[in-house]
């Protein structure tokens, strides 16, 4: 009604509520009634939910309370029978017993193992009330047919818990089922858990001379007339060192190749171990392997299995046969010969997770390296699916072939494996491809280990062969290792990252060889450029490091006062004094101090000195026994490392030449056997004339090597009392060139290197190879 106001009254709803100051539009109406509904559907799961999880819990409760109390039933039960047979002679009613029997199996999981040997076992009485009236359910049996067959579920059931709380029980009624109800067998026997089989291996396992005779003799009947040959297999192959038992063998051998073709059914990685080691001792035992078989072993093998070979002592040594000669020799062989090489990739796959998982020094790592490298025919093959199958083959390959040429001569390698200039061709491709042209792949232990091998291999052919292809033109900046990292030394991982002057440091400093020997050069110098216009007094104006040196006494004083100079960049003057005391005439312009380091260097180096020691070419290298002759030889021999950087710092030619085996130190390479030659080519050819002794024996050598005039150094930890016989002779051949090469001039190698670092970078000096 119009009471004379002129405002807008408050706008309500028909039931009196008021309405909102905006109205909803359509579209956030339609929104609105969209979230409400997924609301109350929210709110009805949860209530549903709640219902259902209620109901469960009170479920599992209720089952929890019958199953109780129907154990105390069955107890009281059995005691009541007990004592009335004592004082009476019947036999259980069918009806009653087939109730006990029931109640028996529901309760189920709550009857526990007894304590001693000789406690009640409640199931196993009730098995023994099943024996007795076993005549009775016969004719019961044989009125119905239905009963029968009820009867067949409940003896199952009944035996699988029986054989876990006390096996020995079953052997009384065990006759009477396979006779009359061989379908309770089966039954058991598929069962998940507690089945026949297993009721077998725990015979085997605690039993063998009562328990396991009795069950064994149905194992065959039961296997063959209900195909369980894989139920059975995998049974027995999850036991450990079950192929190493005669017993079990022959079960082994007719079953072992119905194992599934999937890992699945396996529960934890120790069951998985389990089973590569039984297959690994059967391969072993055979003298042809079937390819179905290196499939299973193929398909049962990962990284946690292969890492179980060192990790787990029960079964170490059996999965240690992944590694020995024979089982290395019938896979790679037993690969290669199919159409597809699918089972090759399956084979090189397991290897590479070997060949990561453990460092190289470990014997598994040299006896698979050994064995693959000494076939011919494998790195022939090999080498032809490099291309088709590029990882993991590149690491087997690489390893392999690069630890064969640790160990051969030239005229040996050339005749084991001709496609030498064909590897070295697609090695440098395919290392261009990967280091150069393609994108980084994602970093892995696997890409890390394959490139470095590949990288490792190209290094040796190098060493081997003289003309390696140049790749294409690199755009190399000159100070393209100003900003290298110097806490890190340069690795593998460097290839990783997208940075192109990592990437170019790596090549630089790995495989320098494949850019051109003049811009290394030029390289090399702009480094020397740019590294002497960061130090403070190479100004000109800066004041020079004067140094008084004695003509007679060069040495000495060198060695005296380049020990009290921190830094050796700078300019230094020398003043020379003549025998009389008195200081020569003349200004150092850099004449007398050129003609000062070609006298150093030259009786320095000199033989004269204890410190080094001349080849037959007129090769210098340390003299090992320099430390005997003086108590200052490791300070010398850093002195001398610094003394040749700062010839090399100055860029003064020097007239002092070091053997090739030295050269390689510096560079921070691994000399192998072939470089035994740059140290003494007779040793080098009695070496490799080992080889070829079909009774080496008969020479009396002895893992030794002599280190000095009255000493013998041990090659290995009791040496000289391990002979050199025709199986480790290859061993003592690598470890006596390691002896003379490497550990031999450790110590004087390792003083050199440091005094050398102090003006020079080693990553400078991988610019080049050891000749050049």
Request: hydrophobic residues 45%; aromatic residues 10%; neutral net charge.
């Amino acid at each position: 009604m119009f009471d004379g106001q002129v405002g807008r009254r408050t706008r309500v709803s028909m039931g009196g509520k008021k309405l909102p100051a905006k109205e909803l539009s359509k579209h956030d109406f339609v929104i609105a009634a969209r979230e409400e509904r997924v609301k109350r559907a929210r709110s009805r799961l949860v209530h549903e939910t709640s219902t259902k999880l209620q109901a469960w819990f009170r479920g599992c409760r209720t089952r929890a309370i019958t199953r109780a109390s129907l154990q105390h039933a069955v107890v009281a039960k059995c005691n009541d029978v007990a004592t009335l047979q004592r004082m009476y002679t019947f036999a259980i009613p069918v009806p009653v017993l087939t109730r006990l029997v029931q109640e028996t199996i529901f309760v189920g999981r709550l009857w526990q193992p007894p304590a001693t040997a000789d406690a009640v076992v409640v199931p196993c009485s009730v098995l023994g009330l099943v024996q007795q009236s076993w005549t009775a359910l016969q004719i019961e049996w044989d009125r119905s047919p239905s009963s029968k067959h009820e009867w067949t579920v409940r003896v199952a059931s009944l035996c699988s818990l029986v054989s876990r709380l006390r096996p020995s029980d079953l052997q009384g009624i065990l006759p009477l089922v396979a006779e009359s109800l061989p379908h309770a067998l089966y039954l058991w026997a598929i069962r998940p858990s507690f089945g026949f089989f297993d009721a077998v291996v725990e015979a085997w396992t605690r039993d063998r001379h009562h328990q396991f005779p009795a069950l064994a003799p149905y194992v065959d009947t039961l296997v063959q007339s209900y195909a369980l040959h894989e139920a059975f297999a995998c049974t027995l192959m999850s036991l450990p060192l079950s192929a190493q038992q005669p017993a079990l063998k022959p079960w082994l051998d007719a079953s072992y190749l119905h194992l599934p073709a999937n890992t699945l059914w396996i529960t934890s990685p120790w069951q998985q171990a389990v089973v590569v080691g039984n297959l690994l001792d059967l391969l072993n035992s055979y003298n042809q392997v079937e390819t179905t078989a290196v499939t299973l072993l193929v398909q049962y093998t990962c990284q946690s299995v292969v890492d179980f070979a060192l990790n787990s002592s029960t079964i170490q040594t059996q999965l240690q046969l992944i590694a020995s000669r024979s089982i290395v020799s019938k896979l790679w062989l037993s690969a290669l010969q199919q159409p597809t090489p699918r089972l090759v990739y399956g084979v090189a796959q397991v290897y590479a997770w070997l060949l990561t998982g453990h460092p190289s020094s470990s014997p598994l790592v040299s006896t698979v390296l050994f064995t693959i490298s000494s076939s011919s025919a494998i790195l022939r093959h090999v080498f032809r699916l490099l291309q088709s199958l590029p990882s993991p083959l590149w690491l087997i390959f690489c390893s392999s072939f690069g630890s064969y040429i640790d160990t051969s001569d030239a005229h040996t390698l050339s005749n084991h494996f001709p496609q030498i200039p064909e590897l070295v061709t697609l090695l440098s491709h395919t290392l261009y491809g990967i280091l150069w042209r393609e994108s980084p792949t994602v970093y892995s232990i696997e890409s890390e280990a394959q490139l470095s091998a590949m990288v490792h291999l190209f290094n040796q052919l190098h060493a081997r062969v003289e003309s390696i292809a140049l790749w294409p033109s690199l755009p190399i900046p000159p100070d393209v290792m100003t900003f290298e990292e110097e806490k890190n030394d340069k690795t593998v991982k460097v290839f990783f990252e997208s940075n192109t002057r990592a990437k170019l440091q790596y090549v630089l400093t790995t495989i320098p060889q494949v850019v051109p020997f003049e811009t290394r050069v030029a390289l090399f110098h702009s480094y020397l450029h740019l590294d002497k216009q960061n130090v403070p007094n190479r100004h000109v104006f800066a004041a020079l490091v004067p140094l008084r040196i004695q003509r007679e006494h060069i040495v000495t004083d060198s060695f005296e006062q380049f020990h009290a100079i921190q830094s050796l960049k700078g300019r230094l003057q020398i003043t020379f004094v003549n025998a009389q005391g008195l200081e020569e005439a003349g200004v150092d312009g850099g004449g007398v101090f050129k003609e000062y380091i070609d006298t150093l260097t030259k009786t320095a180096f000199s033989t004269e000195f204890p410190y080094f020691l001349a080849t037959d070419d007129h090769q210098l290298y340390p003299n090992p026994q320099a430390h005997l002759s003086s108590d200052d030889a490791v300070a010398y021999f850093r002195f001398l490392g610094r003394l040749l950087a700062k010839a090399m710092y100055e860029e003064i030619l020097i007239e002092p030449q070091f053997a090739l085996f030295f050269l390689k130190k510096l560079l921070g390479q691994f000399n192998s056997l072939d470089d035994l030659r740059s140290l003494d080519a007779q040793m080098y050819r009695h070496v490799l004339e080992l080889k070829t002794i079909p009774d080496v024996e008969s020479l009396g050598l002895t893992f030794t090597a002599a280190s000095g005039p009255h000493s013998v150094h041990e090659l290995e930890t009791n040496g000289g009392e391990v002979a050199v016989t025709g199986e480790n002779v290859i061993r003592y051949i690598h470890k006596l060139a390691d002896f003379k090469l490497n550990v031999q001039i450790a110590a004087a190698s390792r003083a050199f290197l440091v005094g050398f670092h102090d003006l020079i970078p080693s990553t400078w000096l991988r610019l080049f190879s050891p000749v050049r």
